[in-house]
């Protein structure tokens, strides 16, 4: 059977997937440029939260690499970091568009039963 691909056009507005995604990444300041939809997107990279925490562990790890290699950075290093960050990216606003997709699919389904079924 052939996968139909669920992203963009029939995924979220890709403007709206993207905001979303900078909120809980911490790019946004919202200070300087509130977001409304910030009330309900938390920023994963905010103090105490598991995010932040992780982030924190890879950062040291790679401060500890460089003490290894005898090196205040290492491009390797820093690719590898950047790659794994791409992926998560990636991974991140396509599972948004899933999730969009799969949403509004399980309300036409469902109003399609409650049609009948009328």
């Known amino acids: ?13 890709p403007d709206f997937r993207d ?18 939809i910030s009330q309900y997107v938390a ?13 924190d562990e890879v950062y040291n790890m790679k401060l500890h690499l460089f003490t290894r290699l005898r090196s205040d950075d290492d491009e390797e290093l820093e690719q590898l ?3 794994l960050c791409e992926i998560e990216s990636i991974m991140s606003r396509k ?10 699919r399980d ?3 469902k109003r399609m039963t409650e049609a009948t079924e009328a």
């Open 1 to 13: 059977m052939e996968k139909i691909s669920c992203i963009s056009p029939m995924g979220a507005n």
């Open 19 to 36: 905001q979303v995604y900078d909120l809980m990444n911490g790019f946004v300041d919202l200070d300087e440029e509130p977001v409304p």
């Open 43 to 55: 920023n994963e990279y905010a103090e105490g939260k598991r995010c932040e925490r992780l982030y």
């Open 81 to 83: 970091v950047n790659r």
């Open 95 to 104: 599972m948004f568009d899933y999730g969009w997709f799969f949403a509004k």
């Open 107 to 109: 309300t036409m389904e």
